[in-house]
């Protein structure tokens, strides 16, 4: 399964089960996230789930901060979730705790 197969999967769960406003915020988020791993030469449509890094999440982190604090926060509760996902549904082995402290180190909090 390539990372863009398991974004979609990921995005028609939240559809089912949260808002659409939320739905339509988590899709932008993955979006961005996969904008900048096409920058970072890791294209989504041909890069296996399975390979999802912690690294690449330190990457987003690094890119949200031009955005608002509340849009970082979002963005990254969108990518957490995703993570979480990946790992519950056997698409990736990835560090689920080294995710939640590298965002809880790096995320900027609100004033």
């Not at 974004?7 to 988020?29: D, G, K």
């Not at 982190?61 to 990518?79: D, R, S």
Request: charged share 20%; net charge positive.
């Amino acid at each position: 399964m390539t990372l863009a197969d398991s974004l979609a999967a990921y995005l028609r769960t939240v559809e089912l089960s949260r808002s659409p406003r939320t739905h339509l915020a988590y899709a932008q988020a993955c979006r961005h996230f996969a904008d900048l791993l096409r920058e970072r030469k890791v294209p989504p449509e041909t890069t296996e789930a399975a390979t999802l890094s912690t690294e690449w999440l330190g990457w987003f982190v690094t890119y949200l901060k031009t955005f608002a604090v509340a849009t970082e926060q979002l963005y990254l509760a969108a990518l957490a979730g995703y993570y979480e996902f990946s790992v519950a549904e056997s698409h990736s082995q990835v560090n689920l705790a080294a995710m939640r402290q590298l965002i809880k180190r790096r995320q900027r909090r609100a004033a």
